[in-house]
């Protein structure tokens, strides 16, 4: 899963300035009548931070997702967590209760990996990827169709630093930019 999501993202950013901050989104209804949506983001970060603290912070970030889900949307978000205490995979089984009363669950898997020095895809520097994809099946968690809107979700982030942008900036002592390009596609079904 993570090399895949890590030759995916390498190719998707391939010929892009990741020193600029960039989006695209798309929204679409799939042949089988799915709602989809399509965003891909680039997200210059510049400060004195390593690599790893912004990768954990995304870490904890997205192990946490049910808060942000509350606060952004309004709804009511339950998580289920599955080895919350993994440093490298997680699952997550999300309920989410709408204002206007309509139930929406997710099922997702999370794997993530650091490296301090990544010569394949990070160019010799620290290189983190995050994939997340939704878990089809679960007998413990077994989706519910006829009660609850089924949302899958599959999402890769990664954090790189910048080659062009890796000298100490004078006013701020050590600070590098690096880039957290991410990619995701969420389907209603």
Same mark, same amino acid.
């Given at each position: 899963?993570?090399?895949?999501?890590? %030759?995916? /993202?390498?190719? +998707?950013? %391939?010929?892009?300035?990741?020193?600029i901050p960039s989006s695209e989104q798309s929204c679409f209804v799939s042949?089988?009548? $799915?709602?989809?949506?399509?965003?891909?983001?680039?997200?210059?970060?510049?400060?004195?931070?390593?690599?790893?603290?912004?990768?954990? =912070?995304?870490?904890?970030? @997205?192990? &946490? /997702?049910?808060?942000?889900?509350?606060?952004?949307?309004?709804?009511?978000?339950?998580?289920?967590?599955?080895?919350?205490?993994?440093? *490298?995979?997680?699952? &997550? &089984?999300? @309920?989410?209760?709408?204002? !206007?009363?309509?139930?929406?669950? !997710?099922? #997702?898997?999370?794997?993530?990996?650091?490296?301090?020095?990544? $010569?394949?895809?990070?160019?010799? %520097?620290?290189?983190?990827?995050?994939?997340?994809?939704?878990? #089809?099946?679960?007998?413990?968690?077994?989706?519910?169709?006829?009660? +609850?809107? %089924?949302? #899958? @979700?599959?999402?890769?982030?990664?954090?790189? @630093?910048?080659?062009?942008?890796?000298? *100490?900036?004078? $006013? =701020?002592?050590?600070?590098?930019?690096?880039?957290?390009? =991410?990619?995701?596609?969420?389907? &209603?079904?």
């Amino acid at each position: 899963m993570l090399r895949d999501a890590r %030759r995916f /993202m390498s190719e +998707r950013i %391939r010929f892009m300035d990741l020193s600029i901050p960039s989006s695209e989104q798309s929204c679409f209804v799939s042949p089988s009548g $799915d709602y989809c949506a399509l965003k891909f983001v680039v997200m210059p970060l510049e400060g004195t931070c390593s690599a790893k603290q912004v990768f954990d =912070t995304l870490k904890f970030y @997205l192990f &946490h /997702m049910e808060i942000m889900i509350s606060e952004v949307t309004g709804d009511l978000t339950l998580c289920e967590e599955e080895y919350p205490d993994s440093q *490298a995979v997680s699952q &997550h &089984h999300f @309920l989410r209760s709408t204002p !206007s009363g309509h139930q929406v669950e !997710s099922n #997702d898997a999370i794997f993530c990996h650091f490296d301090e020095t990544n $010569d394949e895809f990070g160019d010799g %520097r620290a290189y983190g990827v995050i994939a997340i994809d939704y878990v #089809d099946k679960d007998e413990l968690h077994p989706y519910t169709p006829n009660k +609850r809107l %089924r949302q #899958d @979700l599959t999402s890769i982030l990664t954090h790189v @630093l910048l080659r062009a942008h890796c000298i *100490a900036a004078a $006013d =701020t002592g050590n600070a590098l930019l690096g880039t957290v390009p =991410t990619w995701l596609v969420v389907k &209603h079904n």
